[in-house]
């Protein structure tokens, strides 16, 4: 029965290989894929049900027991991200039939997204050291070509620099995944922490973490974020609401396991560390987003600070603030997903990316604007929406464990988010419209209903925040008591 | 035997470095090559270079050497193969559009 657990990565890549054979056929493309990551998130509800019920459960690859083989663990965490995963995937799936013009379909975009997207569940679901790092690469060559896909000058520049970073950054992993297996001679997670547990966190190990920390610290762009900008705003919309929803995420996620459940015996090193980088990307991202004047910059910035807020969490790690941090990573990708999404359609439809170019967009497009409104005031958090809950709990972490710096720098970076997005606000949404009745492009269909879908699961995930609480609850309780994962991988 | 190995490694890892910071974007591949060596040798020298059998039952030897390196090696040199072909043809692409390999030309962000 827990072979079900199986599923959110393997219903993607049989789709993904089986569309390859259906290149010219789009319409198989498109209601095959759909159907695929729907599946998918059906399932993982149906999943995250069970594990509050039983608890967490594993999957050994060809019946060998945990520390020799490979294993697929399921809990609240990883299973509320695959589920959040799954319905950014399908939503922005529908945006691309729409938008993503024919010749990037012929150009096997759904079996790339389909292979991006087991990538990630991969990713939050295994429970090995070194398929995390196959997880990682199947993940990163799908985006490799889906940033590339389309091939126009800018897409190039800003890819090879994308792709040289991720290079680099593999090559990092494997060099703390070296260090690691010749010091504890293992690579299961939940027997990694054990052993780590018994030799005390020396501080061999203690580098060896630190080496982990800047790895994923250049996945998730967290400090190390130099190159995010610039490949976040190249691709076309629906593939960069895909990046912005996903891939950084996926740095965090790895973040919050490795110093959660291996590296949690040095705090005043570790957790420092990943304070003060936190604080700094908070800081860097909010002059970001306020310095520039093209929106799909200041769209990505925002993606910055949000890394550097839930990490604010980590390096908290109080269960409150945990708890704080998966709300927040939760809606993050919800949102993001959305200001990506239409942030895109303002490009698109009045044919600039720059905010003083455009005014006077909601006379036309009022969906649009109000949807970015519900969006920007989400970010903010602004307490009935999906923002407020995470907010609120890593600042109650942060004074619980005096970390007042922090707390001020996260409250102040959600100024400033709100400063960049009503500053799109007002000048491109409010004031005169320059194009008449008769000339604004007309709005599709297709682009209005990923936008409002994505608000409607802001606006619901900020009213059934007492629903989704026994989840994140039970996320959080695994996160903090290491315990109950070794537990489950290693004595059943 | 180690402390060999690892010496070697650090020149690669040094070499390999000075290379990606170049202007050149061929050099920068060749660079990324060098890294991935590197980082396979360090692999197999963490695993501790021990003396023992090839790990194949058949030979009915006393000690074998560690199996997991070797199985890990495997699966990273194909990775780094298969990205490694993508950046060469990215990088061809990009010659082909841009007219240039440097990369300081690459800079910039406003427009084209």
């Known amino acids: 029965m827990n072979n079900i657990l199986v599923l959110p990565v393997v219903i993607p890549v049989l789709a993904g290989i089986l569309l390859v054979f259906f290149r010219s056929h789009i319409q198989i493309q498109r209601w095959l894929s759909l159907a695929a990551i729907l599946s998918v998130t059906g399932i993982s509800i149906y999943i995250l049900n069970m594990i509050q019920n039983a608890g967490i459960i594993r999957l050994d690859f060809g019946n060998w027991q945990p520390p020799f083989g490979i294993l697929f663990v399921g809990d609240s965490f990883s299973l509320l991200l695959v589920l959040t995963t799954s319905l950014v995937a399908a939503i922005c799936l529908i945006y691309a039939f729409y938008s993503i013009g024919e010749q990037r379909e012929r150009m096997f975009f759904y079996p790339f997204v389909l292979l991006m997207v087991a990538g990630v569940n991969g990713s939050f679901l295994t429970g090995d050291l070194f398929n995390l790092y196959v997880c990682f690469e199947v993940m990163l060559l799908a985006s490799y070509a889906l940033i590339t896909l389309g091939g126009t000058k800018a897409q190039l520049k800003e890819s090879i620099k994308y792709v040289a970073i991720n290079v680099l950054s593999s090559w990092f992993f494997l060099v703390a995944i070296a260090y690691l297996y010749g010091t504890v001679g293992t690579l299961n997670m939940a027997h990694l922490s054990e052993r780590i547990a018994e030799a005390g966190q020396t501080p061999l190990l203690t580098v060896i973490s630190i080496l982990f920390l800047l790895v994923f610290g250049l996945k998730a762009g967290l400090l190390l974020y130099f190159w995010l900008p610039g490949s976040y705003s190249v691709p076309p919309t629906a593939v960069a609401a895909l990046f912005g929803g996903l891939l950084t995420k996926v740095g965090i996620y790895a973040m919050f396991r490795m110093f959660t459940l291996l590296f949690y015996h040095e705090p005043s090193i570790t957790h420092t560390i990943i304070g003060i980088m936190a604080g700094i990307t908070l800081i860097g991202g909010s002059f970001g987003a306020i310095a520039y004047r093209d929106i799909r910059q200041i769209v990505s910035f925002n993606v910055v600070i949000a890394v550097g807020f839930i990490l604010v969490g980590l390096a908290v790690a109080t269960p409150a603030a945990i708890e704080g941090s998966i709300y927040y990573l939760v809606h993050d990708m919800l949102v993001k997903a959305a200001l990506f999404l239409i942030a895109g359609s303002m490009a698109a439809l009045t044919g600039t990316t720059m905010i003083d170019r455009m005014s006077g967009l909601i006379r036309h497009y009022p969906i649009l604007g109000w949807s970015f409104f519900i969006i920007m005031l989400a970010l903010a958090g602004i307490p009935p929406l999906s923002g407020f809950m995470g907010k609120i709990l890593i600042g109650q972490g942060a004074i619980e464990s005096g970390s007042y710096i922090l707390l001020a720098l996260s409250l102040i970076s959600s100024i400033f988010v709100l400063y960049s997005l009503l500053r799109i606000f007002l000048n491109c949404f409010w004031g005169e419209s320059t194009t008449s009745e008769e000339d604004a492009a007309p709005l599709s269909k297709g682009w209005i209903i990923p936008c409002a879908l994505l608000t409607a699961a802001s606006i619901a995930l900020g009213f059934g925040a007492e629903y989704i609480s026994p989840y994140i609850a039970d996320a959080a309780a695994t996160l903090t008591n290491p315990y109950i994962y070794i537990d489950a991988v290693l004595n059943k | ?112």
Do not use: C, N, W
Request: glycine fraction near 8%; charge should be neutral.
């Open chain 2, 1 to 112: 035997m180690e402390l060999m190995m690892s010496i070697a490694v650090g020149i690669l890892f040094m070499v390999g470095v000075y290379l990606i910071l170049t202007r050149s974007l061929l050099r920068i591949i060749l660079g990324t090559s060098l890294l991935t060596h590197a980082v396979h040798l360090l692999l197999l020298t963490m695993a501790r270079l021990k003396k023992g059998a090839p790990p194949l039952l058949g030979e009915q030897a006393s000690a074998y050497t560690d199996p997991v390196p070797a199985a890990l090696i495997l699966t990273s040199i194909v990775i780094s193969f298969g990205v490694t072909s993508f950046f060469f043809v990215l990088a061809y692409k990009a010659y082909q559009k841009l007219k240039t390999d440097d990369m300081e030309q690459l800079r910039g962000d406003e427009g084209e």
